[in-house]
DNA sequence: CTGTTAGCGCTTTCAT
DNA sequence: ATGAAAGCGCTAACAG
């Protein structure tokens, strides 16, 4: 093995090839309007013969941007944020094409949120800007960037910046509303809630979502909800007096598929059957929930990570930050932890 | 905002700083034995202060190295792999830093292999190498990525290709082989084994493990196993005949977290209890595994991250392919599923 | 509409 | 041990 593969064509190869000087080469990629037609059909037939195509490095440095996009990448978010982070990052590396960049992913092993990942990356000019997928309180983050000057959007509102308009997130409450209207065709008398404690964005919406959709329907009762953390134990432990108090029939919408799978287990373990006994539905979409065929709220990640990528598009050529931010609407997939007349196979 | 930071320090700015030439201090990052101590310390203070770091566009350029190496990541493989492929993602992106580059990821919305998004990335100049992650029967990029003259390392053997060499894996038998010894150190009397369809090299290596320490402990029973695909469903109803095999107070050894999950679910389905009533193990190390309390041997992903970079190094520096694969052990770990005293929670 | 010139930041000769 | 010169591939600005 040499080094590398057989020399690629350089703008120089085509330029000699097609009989023109390699600014009109430069030109046929970039500006085709600015050049004659013959001569850029001849150009282009050169391009596709010798595959041809810009040299990154070469076009960073004259450019003076990477022409790429950041991501941070951690072990620890893994299970709590219920395993949606792969699919983000994959829908961000698929939609990254389309704008004209790539992503670059970086990590730290420290356990703590720090921006050394963030310096390294922007010393070394290897990105021009950020995609946050996970901002938390107190979180260093935004106004390090902020104070640098270097781009960001991201995925979910910024806890301790309410007025920050750069970001897009999935319509919690239009989810949850859609997981209550869902049990209330499929004839599930009583429908909890099992959230998250009060206080972040997230989670709130999704309890509103609930309530109004509850409301709507004239089923709304205060007292069917409980409170528990991102986490399959104690979130067992909220479940049980829960679903004792919406009892056999009624149905529990949670505020995350982990907490979904939490209150399937405790079901299971009690002799009685999800969807049929109890209805269950999950949020994020996540495998987990795909696996343990419990019901979901689908976040449209795709369209997430394009909303983003435009939006850092945008940032980078100058324009100023949205009027506010995105809110894209979630597809409720419903399984056997929703049907009651389905057996949970 | 402007566009990008303040502008950064470049090797002119800290070549000014130090009152040398701007070779003195290319020489000073790259070849520090080639300058002066008392020259070598001036420049290194400037260094420090104007926070310079080589942009990486100008390096590549003058190089003709991207000094990054692509990962491509699909949607597909997540759930079946056990969402190993995240912590993975993340080593990778950890480790690329000790290898001096970075990681460029990139992804096919097709779901079928191709190699289309490789070539992008070749084309661009955008990496010099690969790293594949799962490789499969009839993969086509093996043969490409060769033809091409293009350095790669593969987590996992490549199916078609037994003989080449550029790989790191998991011992699977050594990691089934020691759920084995935990599980007999529990008590456990009959130990069970559910696989995959023989034929993988990864599937048969860890039934291979079960096999080997059951005759060690002079447990061995042929009847005592079954297989099954890496999906759930399927897995449950292989699961359930298993576990009437081996028995109360027996346990079970699985080929992945995936299939554990399954044979926990029938299990708790019938009313039995995970550890008490059965012994459960899976492998991956997946967080699918730690949300649900099962045992599971877990994948060393750091040092399979750092040992495909560093084959990806010497590659790229012009060795040749090592001797063999490089196989690391695993650890097993236990938790309440294979415990027989404690009550699973 | 096309060609010429200059230079992005860096490293590798080669000469001092 | 240090400095000067050249050039990696590309594009913005200008001249023709």
Known sequence: MTKGANRRATINDVARAAQ??????????????????????????????????????????????AGAVGLELNTLGHGRRGDIIYSFTVELSIGARGHDCHIVTFG???????????????????????????????????????????????????WDAPDFTGWADVDGAAGTSAAVDHL??????????????????????????????????????????????????????????LIEAVGTGGAIVCVSDVIALAVQQVLLQSGRRPGIDLGITGFDGSPLAEMNDISSVEQPLDQIADELLSQISDRLAGQPLPEQGTLLTPTFVPRASSRRGVEHA
């Not at 922007?122 to 935004?142: E, G, K, N, Q, S």
């Open 184 to 241: 209330v065709a499929e004839g599930y008398s009583r429908v909890g809630f099992l959230g998250w404690p009060e206080g972040s964005a997230t989670g709130d919406d999704r309890r509103r979502g609930w309530r109004e959709a509850c409301e709507r329907h004239g089923i709304y009762r205060e007292s069917l909800q409980a409170s528990t953390i991102q986490e399959l134990h104690p979130a067992e432990e909220a479940a049980a007096p």
């Open 20 to 65: 023109v000087s390699r600014q009109t080469v430069s030109n046929v990629v970039n500006r085709p309007d600015r050049v004659a037609p013959d001569t850029r059909a001849r150009v282009e037939a050169e391009i596709e013969r010798l595959a041809y195509r810009p040299s990154s490095a070469a076009k960073s440095l004259r450019e003076q941007r």
């Open 108 to 158: 730290s092993d420290s356990d703590r949120p720090s921006i050394t990942g963030y310096e390294a990356m922007v010393r070394a000019r290897l990105v021009d800007a950020f995609v946050l997928a996970d901002t938390h309180h107190d979180d260093p983050r935004p106004a390090w960037l902020d104070k640098a000057g270097i781009p960001y959007a991201t995925f979910g509102r910024v």
